[in-house]
């Protein structure tokens, strides 16, 4: 497993948390426990298994919805 940090645009509501964080549960590969959407730092941060997802995998997720991913990070765990 791995952890990530996507860095996104300033989040404006609190819906916005709602529905990253729904897209971003419902990818295989991320473990659903790990998702954290932080409202106040705009940063997605969970933990996947790299050889069923890759972060750009979730980028894009994230993306579809119309937000804008700035960077990513991540970190073995």
Avoid: H
Wanted: net charge positive.
């Amino acid at each position: 497993m791995q952890k990530a940090t996507i860095q996104l645009e300033t989040l404006t509501c609190p819906s916005c948390v709602q529905k990253i964080e729904k897209a971003t549960k419902s990818l295989v590969g991320v473990e659903k426990e790990s998702v954290k959407v932080l409202f106040t730092s705009s940063k997605v941060k969970f933990d996947f298994d790299a050889e069923k997802i890759s972060v750009g995998d979730v980028e894009k997720a994230i993306t579809a919805l119309g937000y804008v991913v700035l960077k990513s990070q991540v970190k073995d765990k």
